[in-house]
């Protein structure tokens, strides 16, 4: 069937979001998705036509008319040459032709509005109780409020908010907007974000209205780290702007000042690490309200912070995005009454509760049970995670926590009037709202479950920045981690507004020269930085964000960061081909490690001269393409230096290797670093050395994520097949085999015999060795994107069975559509079907694994005469290569 059936244009998007309100579109991008007829194949845009503009819905005049342009790109299309002004609401539609010329109808309108743009255009001030940290009542999260008048005939009404803190906002007594731990966590030096709100049907037009914020310490003023009473900041402030703008044009601004009132409020207590104490007897009923009794409030204090450090929103909102009941209770052997979730996740419990007025009810959190089946907090640390409410005594009272979050799947339960009923008690589960893009199954539930644990280990930890765990007293945005695991981070969810706004922050806290802090934000302050493989967050986080959604900005934007890491390992030591000074985390956690240490034995120079190559590789060719030929020509010649350096450093002429570890080995595969020649021998002793382990691995943070990709691509997959099968210790299904529901930080989190790890290091949600997932995805399951086609506007689907599974099916939505691919090996008939979706105006390569040409067939007829095949071509490792355009396709033939 070829491509003239109808077509329509849908899911339109700006920078990634649907209708976003309150942004800055530095960049105006739009994105569309083509849906053809079924059975509609090789479906192609030749041209598309796009037209914007502000407020105005009808299209009577419009501000931007791209007329037709003969281009099949429909994924982040730039507007060149619209301006923006602030406060607007922008409406676009999109149309297009296929590729016989025929025309879509309009797509439904969509829209996006700006925010504030200019810091001048701020007319509120900074706003506080007062108090500074250590003060008599700091603890409190103070009120603020204030009422006004509004006109009748109001037609729209915004409010722009934000604070050196978090909060909530309130109109005339009713909670504004769903997002939760605003405004996020970002350098807050340079970058604070604002949010944007539609108020308009909260207020009351020709009434008296009332302004309500409620301010907690969040991450800017809390405590953090492990070190005793640190800071990043001693006060707290809020800063708001609602506009009201008339129907005769005119507008009423209330901004935030001096003739505010404040009071303290019943949340007594809230930090990050420790949890909330909520008093209920202090509750000022209807303080939001604009009749309120405000008499023995304060006037609030202006503060004299800047506010050049604001920007728009970028990030999408931190939200409740699911809710678990729990699945029982459990009477401890300790006489403990605890709650169990079944999943470890992280956010907070609501629970219902009635009794006498003053009773305190105390909800503690925790991840596991010890060996004895008590309730276990030792690996917190200095985290408490402790959710204190007392209780006002008038009937059922509801509550959930304001200003914090737990890391829990067990939540110990003490005061709790009568007796405890299930339903009283939900677990709301809270991350950054991504759309969830990717999907995993096989005929192995034990696979099945530990890409269940991936996709939670990223819910738990993708709260605004790439935290390393979600529990104890630290929760930082270690580079290391989220360099490791973003390719399959990309791939279960979009995560490109999240790393976009992630990268930012490193880019405005790397050193001038080139330097970049372990974690970001950089809350450490420490003076040593710059570990290999964690400082190259800066290079390879950017490139994988690229090939992932095929956004070339993520290089325009970091690219000097980028180049600046590379020219900081230059510097480094007397030889600028080799990385060989300075403090490494190395393989960290590697199981080769020496006694009383986290640090495998692999070389640590290696390990940095390895990632300085790999990064100097992309670095070259980010340069490329972005027009930089004098950079990209700088730093292929510096990579090729490189890497003869380390061949002459670390691989003797015969090809031995130096340090002969999993982990050295992998380096030198993976990053192409070994001769040619020597390729096969490295590979041969990688293997060798896991089958002497009892097909075991050995490999920390560093060598985990590469080891299946390099075993696969260098003809050992039916060994990484058997290594990601095992159960025994060391093993990605141990955990899962000991009830895991999130990936553990350590191999043996919980040992055999129930005893931990170590009761200082021990977190049971760390997402890094979740990064087997994208060898699951793009090797077994077959689903990956070209570099020179990202984004998958070419996808490359090349599935790779192996005896210990029969069938695997892998899906992503991509900005183009779904891409999918399931396989099914039916050994008794011997025959392979393979089940293919490739969205319109989208190609890609397949390869059909143990295929001959001339008996597979293409819903039951041969290829050769198959309509909407271009081309194939049978290869010599047994596969046949087949060149897609976009459809439905089937395939089946026989194997041995």
């Given at each position: 069937?070829?491509?003239?059936?109808?077509?329509?244009?849908?899911?339109?998007?700006?920078?990634?979001?649907?209708?976003?309100?309150?942004?800055?579109?530095?960049?105006?991008?739009?994105?569309?998705?083509?849906?053809?007829?079924?059975?509609?194949?090789?479906?192609?845009?030749?041209?598309?036509?796009?037209?914007?503009?502000?407020?105005?819905?009808?299209?009577?005049?419009?501000?931007?008319?791209?007329?037709?342009?003969?281009?099949?790109?429909?994924?982040?299309?730039?507007?060149?040459?619209?301006?923006?002004?602030?406060?607007?609401?922008?409406?676009?539609?999109?149309?297009?032709?296929?590729?016989?010329?025929?025309?879509?109808?309009?797509?439904?309108?969509?829209?996006?509005?700006?925010?504030?743009?200019?810091?001048?255009?701020?007319?509120?001030?900074?706003?506080?109780?007062?108090?500074?940290?250590?003060?008599?009542?700091w603890d409190a999260s103070p009120l603020f409020?204030?009422?006004?008048?509004?006109?009748?005939?109001?037609?729209?009404?915004?409010?722009?908010?934000?604070?050196?803190?978090?909060?909530?906002?309130?109109?005339?007594?009713?909670?504004?907007?769903?997002?939760?731990?605003?405004?996020?966590?970002?350098?807050?030096?340079?970058?604070?974000?604002?949010?944007?709100?539609?108020?308009?049907?909260?207020?009351?037009?020709?009434?008296?209205?009332?302004?309500?914020?409620?301010?907690?310490?969040?991450?800017?003023?809390?405590?953090?780290?492990?070190?005793?009473?640190?800071?990043?900041?001693?006060?707290?402030?809020?800063?708001?702007?609602?506009?009201?703008?008339?129907?005769?044009?005119?507008?009423?601004?209330?901004?935030?000042?001096?003739?505010?009132?404040?009071?303290?409020?019943?949340?007594?207590?809230?930090?990050?690490?420790?949890?909330?104490?909520?008093?209920?007897?202090?509750?000022?009923?209807?303080?939001?309200?604009?009749?309120?009794?405000?008499?023995?409030?304060?006037?609030?204090?202006?503060?004299?912070?800047?506010?050049?450090?604001?920007?728009?929103?970028?990030?999408?909102?931190?939200?409740?995005?699911?809710?678990?009941?729990?699945?029982?209770?459990?009477?401890?052997?300790?006489?403990?009454?605890?709650?169990?979730?079944?999943?470890?996740?992280?956010?907070?419990?609501?629970?219902?509760?009635?009794?006498?007025?003053?009773?305190?009810?105390?909800?503690?959190?925790?991840?596991?049970?010890?060996?004895?089946?008590?309730?276990?907090?030792?690996?917190?640390?200095?985290?408490?995670?402790?959710?204190?409410?007392?209780?006002?005594?008038?009937?059922?009272?509801?509550?959930?926590?304001?200003?914090?979050?737990?890391?829990?799947?067990?939540?110990?339960?003490?005061?709790?009037?009568?007796?405890?009923?299930?339903?009283?008690?939900?677990?709301?589960?809270?991350?950054?709202?991504?759309?969830?893009?990717?999907?995993?199954?096989?005929?192995?539930?034990?696979?099945?479950?530990?890409?269940?644990?991936?996709?939670?280990?990223?819910?738990?930890?993708?709260?605004?920045?790439?935290?390393?765990?979600?529990?104890?007293?630290?929760?930082?945005?270690?580079?290391?981690?989220?360099?490791?695991?973003?390719?399959?981070?990309?791939?279960?969810?979009?995560?490109?507004?999240?790393?976009?706004?992630?990268?930012?922050?490193?880019?405005?806290?790397?050193?001038?020269?080139?330097?970049?802090?372990?974690?970001?934000?950089?809350?450490?302050?420490?003076?040593?930085?710059?570990?290999?493989?964690?400082?190259?967050?800066?290079?390879?986080?950017?490139?994988?964000?690229?090939?992932?959604?095929?956004?070339?900005?993520?290089?325009?934007?970091?690219?000097?960061?980028?180049?600046?890491?590379?020219?900081?390992?230059?510097?480094?030591?007397?030889?600028?081909?080799?990385?060989?000074?300075?403090?490494?985390?190395?393989?960290?956690?590697?199981?080769?490690?020496?006694?009383?240490?986290?640090?495998?034995?692999?070389?640590?120079?290696?390990?940095?001269?390895?990632?300085?190559?790999?990064?100097?590789?992309?670095?070259?060719?980010?340069?490329?393409?972005?027009?930089?030929?004098?950079?990209?020509?700088?730093?292929?010649?510096?990579?090729?230096?490189?890497?003869?350096e380390f061949q002459q450093e670390f691989i003797?002429?015969?090809?031995?290797?130096?340090?002969?570890?999993?982990?050295?080995?992998?380096?030198?595969?993976?990053?192409?670093?070994?001769?040619?020649?020597?390729?096969?021998?490295?590979?041969?002793?990688?293997?060798?050395?896991?089958?002497?382990?009892?097909?075991?691995?050995?490999?920390?943070?560093?060598?985990?994520?590469?080891?299946?990709?390099?075993?696969?691509?260098?003809?050992?997959?039916?060994?990484?097949?058997?290594?990601?099968?095992?159960?025994?210790?060391?093993?990605?299904?141990?955990?899962?085999?000991?009830g895991a529901t999130t990936m553990w930080e350590?191999?043996?989190?919980?040992?055999?015999?129930?005893?931990?790890?170590?009761?200082?290091?021990?977190?049971?949600?760390?997402?890094?060795?979740?990064?087997?997932?994208?060898?699951?995805?793009?090797?077994?399951?077959?689903?990956?994107?070209?570099?020179?086609?990202?984004?998958?506007?070419?996808?490359?689907?090349?599935?790779?069975?192996?005896?210990?599974?029969?069938?695997?099916?892998?899906?992503?939505?991509?900005?183009?559509?779904?891409?999918?691919?399931?396989?099914?090996?039916?050994?008794?008939?011997?025959?392979?079907?393979?089940?293919?979706?490739?969205?319109?105006?989208?190609?890609?390569?397949?390869?059909?694994?143990?295929?001959?040409?001339?008996?597979?067939?293409?819903?039951?007829?041969?290829?050769?005469?198959?309509?909407?095949?271009?081309?194939?071509?049978?290869?010599?490792?047994?596969?046949?290569?087949?060149?897609?355009?976009?459809?439905?396709?089937?395939?089946?033939?026989?194997?041995?």
């Open positions: 069937m070829m491509s003239n059936q109808p077509l329509t244009v849908n899911m339109l998007r700006f920078n990634y979001k649907e209708n976003p309100v309150g942004i800055d579109p530095a960049l105006a991008r739009i994105s569309w998705q083509l849906t053809a007829a079924p059975g509609a194949r090789n479906v192609v845009q030749s041209a598309y036509r796009i037209q914007l503009t502000a407020e105005d819905e009808t299209f009577s005049a419009a501000s931007a008319d791209t007329g037709k342009v003969n281009s099949n790109k429909s994924v982040l299309v730039e507007l060149p040459g619209f301006e923006v002004s602030s406060r607007t609401r922008y409406f676009y539609r999109v149309k297009a032709w296929d590729g016989e010329g025929i025309e879509t109808p309009w797509s439904e309108t969509a829209y996006f509005e700006t925010g504030l743009l200019n810091p001048a255009e701020w007319q509120a001030d900074w706003i506080t109780d007062g108090l500074s940290a250590g003060d008599d009542g409020r204030k009422s006004f008048h509004l006109r009748g005939g109001m037609r729209r009404a915004r409010i722009y908010a934000t604070a050196r803190g978090v909060y909530e906002l309130h109109v005339n007594g009713k909670r504004v907007g769903d997002e939760v731990l605003a405004p996020g966590w970002t350098e807050y030096k340079t970058r604070l974000q604002v949010q944007t709100y539609d108020v308009t049907d909260m207020l009351l037009g020709g009434e008296r209205n009332a302004i309500g914020i409620t301010l907690g310490n969040g991450w800017y003023a809390g405590r953090l780290t492990w070190n005793d009473g640190f800071r990043l900041n001693p006060e707290r402030a809020a800063l708001l702007q609602l506009y009201v703008t008339y129907e005769d044009g005119s507008e009423q601004v209330v901004p935030t000042d001096a003739s505010w009132l404040t009071s303290d409020g019943p949340i007594r207590k809230s930090e990050i690490y420790d949890g909330e104490l909520y008093d209920a007897r202090l509750e000022k009923h209807g303080w939001s309200l604009p009749y309120y009794d405000d008499e023995g409030w304060n006037p609030a204090k202006t503060g004299s912070f800047t506010k050049e450090t604001l920007i728009a929103q970028e990030n999408m909102p931190t939200r409740v995005v699911k809710e678990l009941r729990p699945i029982g209770i459990i009477q401890t052997p300790a006489g403990e009454t605890v709650l169990d979730m079944g999943q470890n996740m992280v956010g907070w419990m609501r629970f219902t509760v009635s009794g006498e007025s003053g009773a305190k009810v105390s909800l503690t959190h925790a991840e596991v049970l010890d060996a004895e089946g008590n309730f276990y907090t030792d690996n917190l640390r200095k985290a408490k995670q402790q959710i204190e409410y007392v209780l006002k005594g008038e009937g059922a009272e509801t509550y959930q926590p304001h200003f914090t979050f737990q890391g829990f799947r067990f939540v110990k339960v003490e005061g709790y009037p009568g007796e405890i009923e299930l339903d009283n008690f939900t677990g709301c589960v809270v991350h950054t709202d991504m759309e969830l893009t990717g999907s995993f199954a096989c005929s192995d539930e034990r696979l099945n479950q530990l890409q269940h644990n991936i996709e939670w280990g990223q819910r738990g930890n993708f709260l605004d920045v790439p935290t390393d765990c979600p529990q104890r007293d630290e929760r930082l945005g270690w580079t290391g981690d989220a360099q490791v695991f973003i390719r399959t981070a990309a791939f279960n969810m979009n995560v490109a507004p999240f790393f976009q706004k992630w990268l930012r922050d490193l880019k405005s806290e790397q050193r001038e020269e080139g330097g970049v802090p372990y974690v970001i934000p950089n809350t450490l302050k420490l003076d040593e930085h710059s570990s290999a493989a964690w400082g190259d967050a800066a290079v390879i986080c950017p490139w994988v964000s690229y090939v992932s959604y095929g956004d070339i900005r993520f290089l325009t934007e970091q690219y000097e960061s980028m180049k600046a890491w590379v020219e900081y390992i230059r510097k480094q030591g007397d030889n600028e081909l080799l990385w060989n000074t300075g403090y490494h985390f190395g393989d960290w956690l590697g199981l080769d490690a020496h006694e009383g240490s986290y640090v495998g034995s692999t070389p640590t120079d290696l390990i940095a001269t390895a990632f300085y190559a790999y990064s100097t590789s992309l670095v070259a060719k980010a340069a490329a393409l972005i027009g930089n030929n004098e950079d990209a020509v700088k730093y292929e010649e510096l990579h090729r230096r490189i890497t003869a003797t002429p015969n090809g031995r290797l130096a340090g002969a570890t999993q982990t050295s080995y992998v380096l030198a595969l993976m990053f192409d670093l070994a001769k040619e020649r020597d390729r096969a021998r490295l590979a041969r002793e990688l293997a060798k050395n896991i089958e002497d382990r009892g097909i075991h691995l050995a490999t920390g943070f560093v060598g985990t994520p590469y080891l299946c990709l390099v075993l696969s691509r260098f003809g050992y997959h039916e060994l990484a097949g058997k290594l990601v099968q095992q159960e025994d210790y060391p093993s990605w299904l141990y955990a899962v085999k000991k350590h191999w043996d989190g919980i040992k055999e015999d129930g005893s931990f790890w170590s009761r200082d290091m021990n977190s049971f949600n760390h997402y890094a060795y979740g990064s087997i997932g994208e060898w699951l995805y793009r090797i077994v399951g077959g689903v990956d994107t070209s570099e020179d086609h990202p984004g998958y506007k070419h996808s490359i689907m090349a599935p790779k069975p192996w005896r210990g599974i029969n069938f695997a099916g892998t899906s992503h939505q991509s900005q183009y559509g779904e891409v999918a691919l399931q396989w099914k090996r039916d050994a008794l008939a011997g025959t392979m079907n393979i089940e293919l979706r490739i969205p319109a105006n989208t190609t890609a390569s397949v390869e059909l694994p143990y295929a001959k040409l001339a008996t597979v067939r293409e819903c039951g007829i041969p290829l050769g005469v198959m309509s909407g095949i271009r081309a194939t071509a049978e290869q010599l490792d047994g596969a046949v290569r087949v060149e897609l355009g976009s459809g439905q396709y089937s395939f089946e033939y026989p194997i041995k």
